[in-house]
């Protein structure tokens, strides 16, 4: 029994001895960063009246823990193109700045410009709620649920020369009946007045569907003025048929 107990001392003292070995911090140094701090002046949403002719922002300013800093600023519009508030559309002006360290910051602000609204016997112009339906052309089926009826707005821009721009020719049915965004909405289609009593319009080029992608191509358009309505159709190549009914806002 005494030499089994002097076997294992050996091994004991060289357990103790290695525990007091040094440990060494691998971590990075830390350091302080501030945030970039932005700031909006007045109102983050703006509502411009139709017979506005022009806007002026306000700005904003940003700082970095307390000092100010480069503000960049940059104007996107929703629908109809463009890289200032320059008419009827809905705009996003987005404020942006970068700390010492590369760290983004970024506030905005709505600017929604109305389109003046027509008599629908000279001009088709205006600001719209849209109702909905979609039909399946394999099968016939018709879908015009709540979530697609009294959608928008809906804004048919005056482009001059009698032309007009839609900003959704499929009325919304995704940007806001499905709440998908502007990101899958059909822009870009125009269509020319030839004589609004007449019905007798011309319509420029087929346009895709945002998201989903594939053509969709303006079939029909007819004005209602003793309603304040417009009805139109368009026809998809994913396979589906839109019929809009556009009435104006007060």
């Known amino acids: 029994m005494k030499n089994i107990k002097f076997l294992f001392l050996p091994l004991f003292v060289v357990a103790l001895f290695s525990s007091c070995d040094k440990y060494e911090n691998s971590a990075e140094p830390s350091f302080i ?11 983050p949403n703006i509502t ?14 940003a700082e970095e823990q307390g000092k100010p800093i480069d503000l960049i600023t940059t104007v996107k519009p929703k ?7 320059d008419g009827p559309d809905v705009y996003t002006i987005l404020y942006s700045a970068e700390n010492k360290d590369g760290i983004p910051g970024a506030a905005e602000r709505t600017v929604t410009w109305k389109e003046c609204n027509g008599d629908l016997v000279s001009s088709i112009a205006g600001m719209y709620t849209a109702y909905l339906s979609r039909t399946t052309k394999s099968s016939g089926a018709v879908l ?9 707005p809906v804004i048919i821009r005056d482009l001059g020369n009698n032309q007009y721009g ?7 049915w995704y940007e806001f009946g499905r ?19 007449a019905n007798d319009f011309t319509f420029g080029p087929a346009v895709e569907v945002g998201g989903f992608g594939g053509v969709n191509t303006l079939t029909s358009f007819k004005v209602f003025p003793s309603e304040s309505k417009i009805v139109f159709t368009t026809d998809w190549e994913a396979g589906f048929t ?4 556009l009435i104006q806002n007060p």
């Open 48 to 61: 411009l009246e139709c017979d506005a002719t022009s806007y002026s922002d306000a700005g904003g300013t």
């Open 242 to 245: 839109f019929e809009v009914t």
């Open 179 to 197: 709440s998908l965004g502007v990101s899958y909405a059909a822009i870009g289609q125009t269509i020319t007045a030839n004589n609004i009593p």
């Open 166 to 172: 839609i900003s959704d020719a499929i009325g919304g």
């Open 33 to 43: 960063t501030y945030l970039p701090k932005l700031t909006v002046s007045g109102s």
């Open 79 to 85: 629908y109809f193109g463009g890289s200032t508030v």
């Open 144 to 152: 015009a649920s709540a979530q697609y009826q009294g959608v928008g």
